[in-house]
């Protein structure tokens, strides 16, 4: 079972970011989730680039913390498919494996590359640079 976190915008936190998680191991998404939730942000996790194409709605400030190997669409695919939609959103990597540092991701416009297991610091840092990259899609 998928839990999405993202709930629709309301009053209350009209500017609050939404930070995307796409991951496949259920462990990193609800670390990851929580580690946003606690800073302040909205979390949306979801199991799969599928999942995420078919959810996800970019209607303020957010960006995409992404794992490179998954099955079906990895995150490289799922990074030339949005640009493909013309789905502008600052994408943070992430892997288990050092080497699958990627020249072809950064160059894609991937914010950073961090690998698991993940610092927590570091990771909020990272999505905080994000954040201030975003801009509205055209």
């Known amino acids: 079972m998928i839990t999405k976190l993202v709930q629709p915008r309301s009053n209350s936190d009209p500017e609050k970011p ?3 998680i796409v991951d496949d191991d259920v462990s990193v998404r609800e670390s990851l989730g929580h580690w946003v939730q606690i800073a302040g942000w909205k979390p949306a996790v979801f199991a799969s ?6 959810n996800a709605a970019t209607p303020g400030p957010c960006c995409l913390i992404l794992d490179i190997n998954m099955p079906e669409l990895n ?3 799922l990074q030339r498919v949005m640009a493909a939609k013309g789905i502008n959103m600052p994408t943070i ?4 494996y050092e080497e ?8 894609g416009g991937a914010v950073a590359f961090l690998t698991k297991p993940i610092n927590s610091a570091e990771l ?10 975003w801009e509205p899609s055209p």
């Open 18 to 20: 939404i930070i995307f």
């Open 49 to 54: 680039a599928e999942l995420f194409l078919e």
């Open 75 to 77: 995150g490289l695919e």
């Open 93 to 96: 990597f992430v892997s288990g």
């Open 100 to 107: 699958a540092r990627n020249t072809h991701a950064m160059n």
């Open 124 to 133: 909020l840092e990272t999505v905080s640079t994000a954040l201030a990259s």
